[in-house]
T-cell receptor, first 119, second 111 residues
Framework: EAQVTQNPRYLITVTGKKLTVTCSQN?????MSWYRQDPGLGLRQIYY???????DKGDVPEGYKVSRKEKRNFPLILESPSPNQTSLYFC??????????????????FGSGTRLTVV | SQQGEEDPQALSIQEGENATMNCSYK?????LQWYRQNSGRGLVHLIL?????REKHSGRLRVTLDTSKKSSSLLITASRAADTASYFC???????????FGIGTKLQVIP
């Protein structure tokens, strides 16, 4: 079954304690992205990756790091989490990096989300 | 501000009625997509409409796009309780296909 798997599903941590949220996909998709979702603000892109070893900042990258050492994995790293990073996080993938109209008919595939609370 | 802004932010209707949600955006786009999100879960892609299209149908979904007004609408006909969810528009623009999501419309369908 084609899927995007995020772990953990829920996480409560303390300020300053480094954490990693994992994202893995089994669809051989080139493009992967991280979003955070906050009430009243919708989804905002944190980082994205066009392919292995190619990553770039989204709209709200401060306080986050990513890596793309393998095509299937795109972990999100919070080196020193703060309470304002409490949010619902989603990993999303797409099969192409240069998308024509036909390819976009597929849309993004999202993971189930990680609810992070930083106290 | 958000590229895509949905209106209304919340909508409550009776089962069987039609639900209409609107999305406005500010810059030119390549295409516009609608997604659905059940509470706290990942978004699911529903339908895409290209910038040169005006209307598209998929099952009980009908999407329109007016590029002159920079707006789109999503119509769900004959709504069901299972349609209860949040609906997001996402605009795609730029050579590298930047995707921006709106804030969403929370739809409640009352049985």
């Amino acid at each position: 079954e084609a899927q995007v798997t995020q772990n953990p599903r829920y996480l409560i941590t303390v300020t300053g304690k480094k954490l990693t949220v994992t994202c893995s996909q089994n669809m051989n998709h080139e493009y992967m992205s991280w979003y955070r979702q906050d009430p009243g603000l919708g989804l905002r892109q944190i980082y994205y990756s066009m392919n292995v070893e190619v990553t770039d900042k989204g709209d709200v990258p401060e306080g986050y790091k990513v890596s793309r050492k393998e095509k299937r994995n795109f972990p999100l790293i919070l080196e020193s989490p703060s309470p304002n990073q409490t949010s619902l996080y989603f990993c999303a993938t797409h099969r192409y990096i240069a998308w024509g109209d036909a390819e976009w008919a597929y849309g993004y595939t999202f993971g189930s989300g990680t609810r992070l609370t930083v106290v | 501000s958000q590229q895509g802004e949905e209106d209304p932010q919340a909508l409550s209707i009776q089962e069987g009625e039609n639900a209409t949600m609107n999305c406005s955006y500010k810059t030119s786009i390549n295409n516009l997509q609608w997604y659905r999100q059940n509470s706290g879960r990942g978004l699911v892609h529903l339908i895409l409409i290209r910038s040169n299209e005006r209307e598209k149908h998929s099952g009980r979904l009908r999407v329109t796009l007016d590029t002159s007004k920079k707006s789109s609408s999503l119509l769900i006909t004959a709504s069901r309780a299972a349609d209860t969810a949040s609906y997001f528009c996402a605009t795609v623009r730029g050579g590298y296909q930047k995707v921006t999501f709106g804030i969403g419309t929370k739809l409640q369908v009352i049985p």
